[in-house]
C-alpha cells in the first residue's frame, strides 16, 4: 500500500489553525438575553414567555429584576412601577393583578423560578435598589431561598446597582455564587476586595475604561457588558475579550458570533 508524503511544514499549518480556531471557539463570549428575549413574537420583558424564548434559543442565561412587594413577596418587574403600581408600596395582590403587554400577569419570583427549574438555561437576577434599605436586603434572603428550593444555586447570578446589595449578596449568598456590580463605580481590584466575582458594567463605561478588561482578567473576574444592541459596540466587545455580553438582540449576537 502506497502512502502519500505529507509536508511537515505544511501539516504544522493546519494543527496550528486548528489550535487558533479552538482558542477563538473558547474565548467567544457568552449571549445573556436582557429581560429575557422580549422582543420575540408574543412576548414581554420579563415575562415567562422571554425566558422560555431565551431558552429555546439557546442564550447562555436570560436576565431578570427583582422587587418585592409591601407584604415581602418578590415579583419579577424592571421598573418601580408597574402601570402606576408602586411595587414597593403596593400589596402583593394589586401587583400581580397587573398585566404585561403580552397578556401575562406580572410574575412572582416562586413562579418564575419554578419555570427556570424545567430548562437548561442559566439565570442573572437583578435585584433593584429598593428606598427601603431592610427590606432590600430582606428581599435578598428571599431570593436565596427561593433559588434554595428550586435547587438552582448552580444556575443564577446575582447583580444590582446597589452598593449595599452587592455587599449583602456576596455576605448572605454561598461560596461560590457569582456576585457582580453593576453601578461602574468601582475599579476591578475593589470588586476583587469586596468579595465580588467580576464586574457587569454599561458599554460606555468600558469604552471609557477598556483597560479594565484586562485588569479584571488579570485579577481572576469575569467582565460582563450591558445592554449591547448595536452591531460595532458587540465587534468591539467580542474583539476585547469580555465574557459575557448583555443584550436586547439575542439572536444578531449569536450570529455574529457565529460568524467568527
Not at 76 to 99: C, R, Y
Not at 225 to 234: F, P
Request: glycine share 6%.
Amino acid at each position: 500500500m502506497k502512502y502519500m508524503k505529507v509536508n511537515p511544514g505544511f501539516l504544522l499549518f493546519f494543527i496550528l489553525l486548528g489550535a487558533i480556531n479552538f482558542i477563538a471557539q473558547a474565548t467567544n463570549p457568552k449571549v445573556i438575553a436582557h429581560r429575557g428575549f422580549w422582543r420575540a413574537d408574543g412576548s414581554a420583558q420579563n415575562s415567562i414567555r422571554s425566558l422560555v424564548k431565551a431558552d429555546s434559543i439557546g442564550c447562555y442565561a436570560s436576565e431578570l429584576d427583582i422587587w418585592m412587594t409591601a407584604d415581602s413577596v418578590l415579583v419579577v418587574n424592571h421598573d418601580a412601577d408597574i402601570n402606576g403600581v408602586i411595587i414597593e408600596t403596593s400589596p402583593a395582590k394589586d401587583v400581580l393583578a397587573q398585566k404585561l403587554v403580552n397578556g401575562e400577569n406580572v410574575s412572582t419570583l416562586d413562579a418564575y423560578l419554578a419555570e427556570a427549574s424545567k430548562l437548561p438555561i442559566r439565570l442573572v437576577c437583578e435585584i433593584k435598589t429598593h428606598n427601603n434599605r431592610e427590606g432590600e436586603k430582606e428581599a435578598i434572603k428571599k431570593i436565596l431561598e427561593l433559588v434554595d428550593k428550586y435547587d438552582l444555586s448552580n444556575k443564577v447570578d446575582y447583580i444590582t446597582f446597589s452598593k449595599d446589595g452587592f455587599k449583602n449578596f456576596i455576605k448572605l449568598s454561598p461560596p461560590s455564587a457569582n456576585v457582580y456590580y453593576l453601578e461602574g463605580d468601582y475599579i476591578p481590584a475593589q470588586i476583587l476586595f469586596e468579595g465580588g466575582k467580576g464586574i457587569d458594567y454599561h458599554i460606555n463605561v468600558l469604552k471609557q475604561y477598556p483597560e479594565w478588561i484586562e485588569e479584571s482578567h488579570e485579577l481572576g473576574l469575569l467582565v460582563n457588558v450591558w445592554t449591547v444592541d448595536k452591531e460595532e459596540d458587540m465587534e468591539w466587545c467580542i474583539d476585547h475579550g469580555v465574557d459575557f455580553i448583555t443584550t436586547n438582540e439575542p439572536e444578531k449576537l449569536q450570529s455574529l458570533i457565529n460568524k467568527r
